[in-house]
């Protein structure tokens, strides 16, 4: 799934992070490190709900401020622009 979107957007995927309930946010953390040292310039989740780990800020804008890094909600449907 993650391949697929990254490559439908132009991207190579570099690394997936899984964060599991006993190790919480140790993923998270790691996501930010990685897109900090310039391991990715966009970071895909399946939905916004999957970075509720950190609480309920619009976690898509704190997640680019802390890294640099174009945070794609890969469901949502964004419309084409029309006709210039």
């Known amino acids: 799934m993650f391949r697929e979107y990254a490559q439908g957007?132009?991207?190579n995927?570099?690394?997936?992070?899984?964060?599991?309930?006993?190790?919480?946010?140790?993923?998270?953390?790691?996501?930010?490190?990685?897109a900090k040292h310039g391991l990715g310039r966009a970071i895909a989740v399946p939905t916004i709900d999957h970075l509720a780990v950190?609480?309920?800020?619009?976690?898509?804008?704190?997640?680019q401020r802390l890294t640099g890094a174009k945070v794609h909600e890969m469901d949502r449907v964004v419309p084409p622009l029309p006709p210039a």
């Open 54 to 63: 950190l609480g309920s800020a619009p976690l898509d804008e704190m997640l």
């Open 13 to 34: 995927l570099a690394e997936v992070f899984i964060e599991q309930d006993s190790t919480a946010p140790a993923a998270f953390g790691q996501l930010i490190e990685a």
């Open 9 to 11: 957007q132009g991207f």
